[in-house]
């Protein structure tokens, strides 16, 4: 077997004939400046033909897509193995995809549950189980004692013919003798005299297979005879003693309330299925109902001053007139806010339903079902949104499959455990023999799985979490996972930054995770810029020494040891320890304007006051769950861009804020894509390509021709690609594993029909401008003041490599977070912004973070407020102001550790990033003599 994958002659994008040898078997890890050609010798070279030497051992339907799939631009690559890549993206939008869907936890625990769950009626809270001869008689003996002798009996319905012409006539013929009828016992050929009892239609009467004594020799005929009654009375079995009565069944009945249940089976468990979804929801969890904190969107305010906002107008006067009446008839407080009243008062101003007063929700209820009356459906909307499904409770399932319980737990309510807890619960289950024998490895598959996910960091995530709502670094982790418990071996995983979005708390557990699926026999190669996780790789390899077109070579490959000795490269300083970025901003003075948040209390925040200083750089910090992204999503940007700032009013997850009129905009820049579609690209964006479109209908050649500037859009008829409509490439669905793009063959790729493609500025067509990188265009544009500044920019905030029609979906969500802070920056929205980040620092290398961190002092030099959430400790530290959250993830965090600057942060032994934070302090202090720093430099 070949111990190691050879790479000759890489070429794609900007890698310039690289060489490169990869050991099987080990962790490599691959870094350099961002645009050095990381991605396009991991992903689009290494990955790429990894994925064609798995479609060539596929059937012959599939190869014939091979010729259309393009190849690396690669001379040749020999040793590898079966690829797998686990990306940031998250690929999921699908409502009906979790946590537990998506690591097939969901689908082992609907096994588990039907195979060793017990059924606890949620009406009377006894257990629901099938009968047995042997249990109705340990049942009867246990009741009546063994001295006592009982009836057998099947209850039989009379249907309405048989009690006018005779009903005891059937039974006789078949052999019975004796019925209870009404409690009094009667003979059946007895049963037609004038003074015996007569059944009315739909009654039940007891029919009699035996009498037993119930000493222990009668067992056996005993058992014989309920076994007739089950079969007779189609499941249901009486046994009487005297005048009482008891009944059995051999379905799944309760005793108490009669209700019967399903049998439990995998199916009832999916809420994707039809036997197990709830009808309600069906199996989404949540309903369009009318949502009570917008209804009462503001619960400081009494009903006196018009809490109940639907009849806070004119047009309603006389229903808020009766509902001030129906308070103090009732002794509701109606001048107190709110939030003051019990819930049970609330409840009745929003249920009641009297001839006097109709309650908020049926009032509105009704105005929505006036379907003739399109005004008020549209006025009712506003008060509706995606509430808790009443039924199901969120847990997405019916009610039958949520009465079946393994350890106390059913299906729902294990989905909205966090999988630390989740697994702490089903490492303490310790089922019986039986039921362990009837599991089988299921319930050590669900254990080891959670065993993976806690491992990777996630264990603050819930199983009924949507996927939709990951950010890329969790959605990588649970990939990740999954791989461990697929147990592959011989398999190279490539892996692009899989600490996005972990502390550095979590980072060696992470570490520990990718060494499991080296020892598995599997070559890992990983993208990644910490420094953490790559003094723990073996192999290294470090391209560069620029990017874009000065990018692309390999200036370093060997152990990780060679590097550490006697490596000369970037990355190699930092590694040592002789680089350090400098100080990129003077010391602030605490700032006199803030922003305090009161009461915030989203998800796990447990009613938080923060007091944000404005006019500054502040990161919110702490462990993966902590709380960040809720605070400065659900509170900051929703709560500022509603109610406070003059947006549309909205339910608060806060009791309010202060400091809020400091603040002209409110300014989200997150990672999501700038766009869904592959015709977006950072040209369009950042509106640079109109004016290269006047440039080249400003052509003597487009002139003449008539070619508007339109002409050279892919986007509108007349110029594009008549084949591909503009997109450069065509999908190919493929049955059996993930579409294929595969270039257009008319255009080449190129998006542009022939004519357009002859029309030149300066030499170039469009197609060759739209593949230029940003820096190639500032060179080119260089007499184009407009489009320099834009493209100024883009270098400014790091983003130099990229080309000008690189389609948005191929970007990293680091790469798009910060198109939109050059966005920002070309045509700032007010003076005195509040810009929310996420993670900015994705996907870039420690040298790059330095022209962040230069873009970000610069909005504050301008007056801006910048708020961060982040990982980053080379950010960090240069913060003005730290908030820390935690001490832990999900329920164990949401309270602020630590505020202060960053010694005060790093001087506090509770916080975490605290601890992190002193020991890179402490760290530099034992830098070894001679060692010198950027900053010294």
Not at 33 to 59: C, I, P
Not at 147 to 161: K, N, W
Request: net charge positive.
């Amino acid at each position: 077997m070949i111990e190691t994958i050879r790479i000759r002659g890489a070429r794609q994008h900007n890698l310039k004939g690289c060489d490169v040898d990869i050991p099987r078997g080990r962790l490599t890890a691959v870094s350099g400046v961002s645009g050095s050609g990381k991605s396009s010798l991991v992903f689009d070279t290494l990955y790429a033909e990894g994925q064609r030497t798995y479609v060539e051992s596929l059937s012959t339907y599939a190869r014939q897509f091979l010729e259309r799939m393009p190849k690396p631009d690669v001379d040749w690559i020999d040793g590898i193995s079966p690829a797998i890549a686990i990306e940031q993206r998250n690929a999921a939008r699908s409502g009906r995809s979790t946590v537990g869907t998506v690591t097939e936890i969901n689908d082992y625990l609907r096994v588990l549950f039907a195979r060793i769950g017990r059924i606890v009626c949620p009406d009377c809270r006894e257990a629901v189980v099938p009968e047995t001869p042997a249990t109705v008689w340990r049942e009867t003996v246990r009741r009546w004692g063994a001295e006592a002798t009982a009836l057998v009996a099947f209850p039989q319905e009379i249907s309405g013919d048989g009690s006018r012409s005779g009903w005891a006539e059937p039974l006789l013929a078949q052999g019975y003798r004796r019925a209870v009828v009404g409690g009094i016992l009667v003979r059946l050929d007895e049963a037609a005299e004038p003074d015996a009892p007569r059944p009315r239609a739909g009654d039940v009467v007891d029919v009699v297979v035996d009498a037993v004594t119930l000493a222990a020799g009668q067992k056996s005929r005993f058992a014989e005879a309920v076994e007739l009654a089950l079969r007779q009375g189609g499941g249901w079995v009486a046994v009487r003693c005297g005048e009482e009565r008891r009944a059995y069944s051999s379905r799944l009945v309760c005793n108490g309330c009669r209700r019967e249940f399903p049998a439990p089976t995998p199916h009832l468990f999916s809420f994707n299925s039809p036997q197990g979804a709830c009808p309600a929801c069906n199996g989404f969890g949540n309903r369009l109902e009318f949502d009570e904190e917008k209804i009462v969107p503001d619960d400081t305010l009494s009903l006196l001053d018009g809490a109940v906002r639907p009849w806070r107008t004119p047009a309603f006067a006389r229903a808020h007139a009766g509902l001030i009446r129906f308070a103090r008839r009732r002794g509701i407080p109606a001048d107190a806010p709110w939030r003051k009243l019990t819930r049970a008062q609330q409840r009745e101003v929003l249920e009641t339903q009297e001839a006097a007063y109709t309650g908020i929700l049926p009032f509105l209820e009704e105005m929505r079902h006036e379907m003739k009356k399109g005004h008020h459906r549209f006025f009712t909307r506003r008060f509706m949104g995606d509430s808790l499904c009443r039924a199901c409770g969120g847990s997405r399932l019916r009610g039958e499959a949520l009465a079946v319980r393994v350890g106390q737990l059913d299906v729902g309510a294990l989905g909205r455990l966090s999988l630390g807890e989740a697994l702490q619960k089903m490492e303490g289950l310790r089922p019986s023999r039986v039921d362990a024998a009837a599991a089988g490895d299921v319930l050590d598959e669900i254990r080891n799985r959670l065993r993976f996910l806690n491992r990777v960091g996630l264990d603050y995530l819930t199983l009924d979490r949507l996927t939709r709502t990951l950010s890329g670094g969790e959605a990588q982790r649970i990939h990740l996972a999954n791989a461990l418990g697929s147990r592959l071996t011989d398999t190279l995983y490539v892996l692009d930054e899989p600490t996005a979005g972990l502390h550095a708390a979590d980072v060696e557990r992470l570490i520990g995770t990718l060494r499991d699926l080296v020892e598995g026999g599997n070559t890992v190669v990983v993208v990644e810029h910490d420094l953490a996780v790559l003094r723990a790789a073996e192999h290294f390899v470090e391209l560069g020494p620029g990017a874009g077109s000065h990018g692309g070579e390999v200036v370093f490959q060997g152990p990780l040891a060679d590097l550490l000795s006697a490596g000369t490269t970037l990355t190699a300083g930092y590694l040592r320890g002789e680089r350090a970025l400098p100080r990129l901003a003077p010391a602030r003075e605490e700032s006199r304007r803030q922003l305090v948040v009161r009461g915030a209390r989203r998800h796990n925040l447990r009613n938080l006051d923060v007091a944000i200083p404005l006019q500054r750089l502040v990161c919110l910090t702490g462990v993966s769950g902590s709380g960040k992204s809720t605070l400065m999503g659900a509170c900051l940007h929703d709560g500022l861009t509603g109610k406070e700032v003059g947006g549309k009013e909205r339910a608060r997850p806060f009791t309010g804020f202060q400091g809020a009129h400091w603040i002209d905009q409110v300014v989200l820049v997150d990672q999501s894509p700038i766009g869904k579609s592959s015709r977006s690209n950072p040209a369009t964006f950042l509106g640079v390509l109109a004016p290269v479109r006047e440039l080249f209908a400003a052509t003597p050649d487009a002139r003449a021709r008539g070619f508007p500037p339109g002409r050279f859009s892919f986007n509108t008829a007349g110029g594009r690609c008549p084949e591909c409509q503009g997109l450069g490439e065509h999908r190919v669905e493929m049955h059996f594993m993930a579409d294929i793009s595969v270039p257009c063959e008319v255009c080449g790729g190129s998006r542009f029909n022939p004519a357009t493609l002859e029309v030149r500025c300066q030499g170039r067509t469009i197609a060759e401008v739209l593949a230029m990188t940003v820096e190639e265009a500032l060179a080119f544009f260089r007499g184009e003041n407009a489009l320099r500044d834009k493209l100024w920019i883009l270098k400014k905030v790091g983003l130099g490599y990229l080309t000008l029609g690189q389609s948005a979906t191929t970007l990293s969500g680091g790469e798009s977070q910060r198109l939109k802070i050059a966005r920002e920056l070309s045509a700032p929205s007010g003076k005195h912004n509040l810009y929310l980040l996420d993670e900015p620092t994705t996907g870039l290398h420690i040298h790059d973070v330095a022209d962040l961190l230069r873009v970000l002092h610069d909005l504050v030099a301008q007056g801006q407020s910048v708020v961060v959430v982040e990982h980053n400790l080379d950010l960090i530290e240069q913060a003005d102001w730290i908030i820390d959250l935690g001490p832990g993830g999900g329920d164990a965090g949401g309270s602020v550790v630590v505020a202060g600057t960053p010694a005060a942060v790093a001087a506090c032994k509770e916080s975490v990033t605290g601890r992190y934070l002193a020991a890179r302090g402490a760290g530099r202090g034992r830098r070894r003599p001679g060692a010198s720093t950027k900053e010294e430099r």
